[in-house]
């Protein structure tokens, strides 16, 4: 099959290298602009495309870039784990159109960040393949699995988990892709109540307010929702200054018997 393939982080390196293993063609890569590109060595390598043929998210908007990809006769769009919303020009240009990854369980939690809200809301984690229409994570569900949260998850390891259990669910499903043999079934079908989610909405989860009431389980579920090993987002203000704050969770004991030291 002949492949556009909008990729980045390890879940696009990983489908670059699966792609060409399978001996289908990408015919094209589009990568994220410079400073958000993860993985792009990788991706570049396995993808085994012509320099030519390679383009950044804002090349997507020159028409000859455009009228380029068309000449190149993809039958389908792969976007694994692309950052940004695809025009319609593009989606249009495969034959048989765009499919995406999306580290949620669709119809919940579209958009960004659904790593995070089943921690505030008790929606379900998981992954879902869908074809790629005019709305955001909206077009018909290929497949999706549930992804059990634990009560040591946070949104870091709810995340990692996402991107091997994504990779597995396409090379599942490629087959029949290819085949044109996969489900295509509309969102609306399915019992979940759709939910979309903005960049800056998790912004309203990073503060807590020292002046407001929490119970036990909402506070460390917040902070389950934000805490990364290498980062804060979370704070409190106190006599002025921030706070930084994150939670380490885990279902054995961490703390070590410290040695008795001698005095000398």
């Not at 792609?19 to 085994?48: F, G, M, N, P, W």
């Not at 389908?76 to 020009?89: M, N, Q, R």
């Not at 634990?150 to 029949?176: R, S």
Request: glycine share 6%.
């Amino acid at each position: 099959m002949r492949i556009i393939l909008f990729a980045n982080n390890w879940v696009g390196w990983q489908v670059a290298n699966y792609l060409t293993q399978q001996k289908d063609e990408i015919v094209a890569l589009c990568l994220h602009d410079t400073k958000k590109q993860r993985y792009v060595k990788e991706i570049v390598r396995d993808s085994r495309v012509s320099p030519q043929d390679i383009y950044v998210h804002e090349e997507l908007n020159e028409n000859k870039v455009l009228l380029r990809l068309k000449k190149l006769n993809p039958e389908l769009g792969v976007s694994a784990f692309w950052g940004y919303i695809l025009k319609p020009e593009v989606i249009d240009i495969p034959t048989l159109g765009c499919i995406n990854f999306h580290p949620g369980y669709l119809p919940q939690n579209r958009g960004m960040n659904p790593n995070v809200w089943p921690f505030i809301d008790g929606s379900n984690g998981g992954v879902s393949l869908h074809y790629i229409n005019r709305g955001v994570d909206t077009g018909d569900i290929i497949a999706r699995k549930k992804i059990k949260i634990l009560p040591w998850d946070t949104a870091e390891t709810l995340y990692n988990k996402t991107l091997n259990q994504i990779v597995t669910l396409f090379k599942n499903e490629w087959p029949k892709i290819k085949q044109q043999t996969n489900k295509r079934i509309p969102q609306s079908r399915f019992p979940e109540v759709p939910t979309l989610h903005k960049a800056v909405d998790v912004n309203s989860l990073d503060e807590i307010n020292l002046s407001k009431t929490y119970t036990g389980k909402q506070i460390i579920n917040i902070l389950r929702s934000r805490s990364y090993t290498d980062r804060y987002y979370n704070y409190y203000i106190e006599s002025g200054r921030k706070v930084y704050i994150k939670i380490l969770c885990s279902p054995r004991s961490g703390a070590k018997r410290m040695r008795k030291r001698k005095l000398t």
